[in-house]
Nanobody, 123 residues
Framework: QVQLVESGGGLVQAGGSLRLSCAAS????????MGWFRQAPGKEREFVAS????????YYADSVKGRFTISRDNVKNTVYLQMNSLKNEDTAVYYC????????????????WGQGTQVTVSS
């Protein structure tokens, strides 16, 4: 079992930045690929970014490419999502998740999920 706890969400003005963190409870964290998803009110949960277990490969949704950066620290059992140039449409609850498959964008391929952290971007 892997427990994931997100932090770093909050209220930010459009054009600003936030960094989300996701701390994992288990030392085998580095055997999992990690992803970030988000869910806006009234919308389905969608893929944002993922990173391979080694950190060598990263994948992004087109909507965040060039603005968001995913990274991980396998010593600290933590994955990060640096979000720059935030837009109103980035407002959502952000979830981190752990998967056995690299590059997955499918929700059902992620085994473990955090509780989410709210990100609100104001005009």
């Amino acid at each position: 079992q892997v427990q994931l706890v997100e932090s770093g969400g909050g209220l930010v003005q459009a054009g600003g930045s936030l960094r989300l963190s996701c701390a994992a409870s288990r030392r085998t964290f580095n055997s999992y690929d990690m992803g970030w998803f988000r869910q806006a009110p009234g919308k389905e949960r969608e893929f944002v970014a993922s990173i391979s277990w080694s950190g060598g490969n990263t994948y992004y949704a087109d909507s965040v490419k060039g603005r968001f950066t995913i990274s991980r620290d396998n010593v600290k059992n933590t994955v990060y999502l640096q979000m720059n140039s935030l837009k109103n449409e980035d407002t959502a609850v952000y979830y981190c998740a752990a998967a056995r498959f690299e590059g997955s964008e499918q929700i059902n391929e992620y085994e473990y999920w955090g509780q989410g952290t709210q990100v609100t971007v104001s005009s």
